[in-house]
């Protein structure tokens, strides 16, 4: 399975971005997903994941206030899509993006669940 993730870029404090994360290969819609993301120096941190169905999402409690009601975490298992709709960006969002899948349906915070991940995508906020 190859995940591609795009959709990143160098917006404005307050300004949206939606990233997109196809998947090729040996791909199932029974995959959960997720999104992480890396600033330089931190380690790799969970953002959102979503469920096969797209009906489930997990935000991690840690940070969930951050990003619940700014992130948003959907799926088109017709094209092996899953997107993250970023909305009210700040400075603090600046990371490089990068979508994961777990062949057996996990979509919550252990990063060494996932099997697959994407090349990452850099995602920039100016104040």
């Known amino acids: 399975v190859q995940l591609q993730a795009s959709g990143g870029g160098l917006v404005q404090a307050g300004d949206s971005l939606r990233l997109s994360c196809v998947a090729s290969?040996?791909?199932?819609?029974?995959?959960?997903m997720a999104w992480f993301r890396q600033s330089p120096g931190k380690e790799r941190e969970f953002v959102v994941g979503?469920?096969?169905?797209?009906?489930?999402?997990?935000?991690?409690?840690s940070y969930a206030d951050s990003v619940r009601g700014r992130f948003t975490i959907s799926r088109d298992n017709a094209k092996n899509t899953v997107y993250l709709q970023m909305n009210s960006l700040k400075p603090e969002d600046t990371a490089v993006y990068y979508c994961?899948?777990?062949?057996?349906?996990?979509?919550?915070?252990?990063?060494?669940?996932?099997?697959?991940w994407g090349q990452g995508t850099q995602v920039t906020v100016s104040s």
């Open positions: 979503i469920g096969w169905s797209g009906s489930s999402t997990y935000y991690p409690t």
């Open positions: 994961a899948a777990d062949p057996y349906g996990y979509y919550r915070d252990e990063r060494y669940q996932y099997n697959y």
């Open positions: 290969g040996r791909t199932s819609s029974s995959y959960g």
